[in-house]
């Protein structure tokens, strides 16, 4: 019993159904996971109550925009659980959650079954199934209230030559249909949680990434470029097929303790510094590096390239140099060392001088928040929507969370990119705290075992709910020891390997299109000669250059659907460790993409994969026809296990397109 004077919710006395373990749900209800419209969202619950009366349970889900609920009516499955999938419609945030209740007609319905069949008097029954109408006819309306009052009048009669219409009534379709309609719904439970969707925009689930330095391309040696020798790469990157154009960080450079060639602690005069030292005399992060050009030509990059078929990208790094405008305006935001100085950045021993940290510990943090919030809804302004964030991880995860709900609040279509190579646990946070998609570990798993665990780890567990990976085989900060050491035919294989195992994926451009891989040191990740620090001169048509791949790729991805999620990820057994096998397919299974993959850059390497046939419903008898994208080549399979063999120096993978023949074609040319 309940304690003397403690007041219960109207009819939770009544409530006898009980309701757990919702998926997905994040921490409880605290964070949202992440759709694009149209994405499914397969919601399930243990549903359950005391007795064996009939349950009935439907998903509420509703648009931050509508005031009533879209019920879908959720289908139970084993050991009590149960499913339903809905679609958000719109970007922006969408809320859902679970409501059951004991349903008295159907119960009574099923039981008035079970009797008849067992021969058994249903005077009574019948009797009770005609109050159960009448009061059904109460919640209903119109006509269908008319219905049902004439139905429990007929179920109410009590001549014997009626019993068997009688029956027949209260067991038919018809009843069944009319009288659920209108179910009692006064003592239904409510799952305990709202719980909330961000429903981001196409391009944060699926696109690929180019990124070069836009100081690099000037049409003269040895000059500066600016955004309108940028422009003259859009129709290149364009062909090539990429999606997002990526600019690292384009304000004016400080001169106090700028970084020369190779990060050297003293720059030569002339030298122009590090992007990521950011602020001058010139401005701060609204401003525009003078050499690069000025807003209004800025913003002439931003819809040259939407011309093109490309969104631009900027990078946004909250940190400063010793000549931003904030640490002569806002000292306050930054922390004093005892001898007056600011404490500028350090990974100890190595030194940052060129860069000061904010400190979000200031007891001036509203302001602080406030106006680096501004910073994005400036460069929104000038038309950009999606942003890399650098080392989001060495600032406040509740900054991050406040921020990025309030710009989406006005702009849902915003994309963020969290770059954070950090612990797992702090890059999974960033994630929940809205991060549309988030750099990860992909440079450094490199055998068949580390990327079957990492992938499966990102795209089959919980983490896929609010993680969305975008793979880079390399960035300008990390040359990744198997690209140094593989030399071309490992540019291919991990190119592939980002493009098909990610919908979303990037590279460090030119580095990537010509096969860069000289370290600054023996077994460093940095680049020699790395261009954040001076202005390169690009040969893009230099011999054993990958753009042909490159494009090719992106043309696969553009044409196969399958590639455009993470979701239907299936790794399969290949009888050889350098050899990795796997599939993504289309919801309705009509585009199956398999790949495999060398992952020695050096040697040929065979096996037999052994494909997944059931799991995706090829047939397990006659031949099928495996179409490699890469080359063209069309090979015959049958059953599960079929051979491949590949050669890194000529393709060190195929992307096959499994073409499924159905028994009313005979003629296999057909698909051809």
Request: include cysteine; charged fraction near 25%; hydrophobic fraction near 35%.
């Amino acid at each position: 019993m309940p304690k003397k004077n403690a007041p219960l919710q109207m009819n939770q006395g009544r409530r006898r159904v009980i309701i757990e373990r919702v998926s997905p749900e994040i921490d409880g209800g605290r964070f949202p996971i992440k759709r694009v419209p149209g994405e499914p969202v397969e919601v399930q619950a243990d549903i359950f109550a005391d007795g064996h009366d009939v349950i009935s349970a439907v998903l509420l889900f509703r648009s931050a925009l509508e005031l009533t609920w879209t019920e879908l009516p959720m289908e139970p499955l084993a050991n009590d659980r149960w499913r339903a999938i809905f679609r958000p419609r719109e970007q922006g945030t969408c809320t859902y959650t679970v409501e059951a209740w004991l349903d008295h007609f159907k119960s009574w319905q099923r039981d008035l079954g079970k009797k008849t069949a067992a021969g058994q008097d249903v005077t009574v029954e019948l009797q009770v199934g005609s109050a159960l109408l009448i009061a059904t006819a109460q919640r209903a309306t119109g006509s269908n209230a008319d219905t049902l009052r004439d139905w429990a009048a007929q179920l109410a009669e009590t001549a014997p030559e009626t019993l068997r219409r009688r029956i027949d009534l209260a067991l038919s379709e018809t009843v069944t249909e009319l009288a659920t309609t209108y179910p009692d719904r006064s003592s239904s439970t409510f799952y305990a949680h709202e719980l909330r969707v961000t429903v981001d925009p196409l391009r944060a689930r699926y696109g690929a990434w180019y990124e070069l330095f836009p100081r690099s391309f000037a049409s003269e040696p040895g000059a500066h470029g600016t955004f309108r020798d940028c422009e003259a790469q859009l129709p290149r990157i364009s062909e090539m097929g990429f999606d997002v154009l990526y600019l690292p960080p384009i304000h004016p450079i400080g001169t106090a303790f700028r970084k020369g060639k190779n990060n050297n602690p003293t720059a030569e005069p002339g030298e122009p510094g590090s992007p990521w030292g950011i602020g001058s005399r010139e401005g701060g992060h609204k401003a525009v590096h003078p050499q690069l050009g000025t807003l209004e030509t800025f913003r002439h990059l931003v819809e040259k390239a939407r011309q093109f078929g490309l969104e631009l990208a900027m990078d946004i790094a909250f940190q400063c140099s010793p000549d931003h405008p904030y640490v002569r305006e806002h000292p306050e935001w930054f922390i004093k060392r005892p001898d007056g100085s600011i404490q500028y950045a350090e990974n100890p021993p190595k030194k940052y001088q060129d860069i000061y940290p904010l400190n979000f510990e200031t007891e001036h943090w509203e302001e602080l928040w406030e106006e680096l919030k501004s910073v994005f809804e400036f460069w929104i302004a000038q038309g950009v929507l999606i942003f890399r964030v650098d080392n989001p991880h060495t600032k406040s995860l509740r900054f991050w969370e406040w921020l990025i709900t309030e710009i989406k609040i006005e702009h849902p279509e915003a994309i963020f990119l969290s770059e954070a190579f950090t612990r797992p646990k702090l890059m999974y946070y960033l994630a929940k705290t809205g991060f549309s998609q988030s750099y990860n570990y992909f440079p450094w798993r490199n055998s068949k075992e580390e990327l079957t665990e990492y992938l499966t780890e990102v795209t089959r567990t919980e983490v896929r709910e609010y993680f969305r990976p975008n793979l880079w085989p390399n960035t300008p900060d990390i040359l990744p020891q198997s690209l140094q050491a593989g030399g071309r035919p490992a540019f291919m294989s991990r190119f592939i390997l980002a493009a098909t195992l990610g919908a979303s994926y990037g590279i460090y451009g030119p580095a990537y299109e010509l096969c860069e891989n000289t370290p600054r040191v023996r077994g460093a990740e940095e680049y020699i000669n790395s261009e954040k620090y001076e202005i390169k001169k690009w040969d893009l048509n230099a011999p054993g250059n990958i753009t042909g791949l490159i494009a090719k790729t992106n043309q696969i991805r553009k044409e196969n659907t399958a590639l455009h999620s993470n979701d239907r990820l299936l790794f399969h057994p290949v009888d050889n460790t350098q050899l990795i096998a796997y599939s993504k397919h289309s919801e309705d299974f009509e585009n199956i993409i398999l790949t495999v993959v060398n992952l020695d850059p050096h040697h040929t390497q065979s096996g037999w994969v052994e494909l997944a046939v059931d799991q995706l419903k090829i047939p397990t008898s006659g031949n099928y026809q495996v179409h490699d994208l890469l080359t063209g080549a069309r090979y015959l399979w049958s059953g599960m296990r079929n051979y491949v063999e590949l050669n890194p120096s000529f393709f060190p993978a195929h992307v096959f397109r499994i073409r499924r023949k159905t028994r009313s074609e005979r003629d296999f040319d057909y698909y051809l």
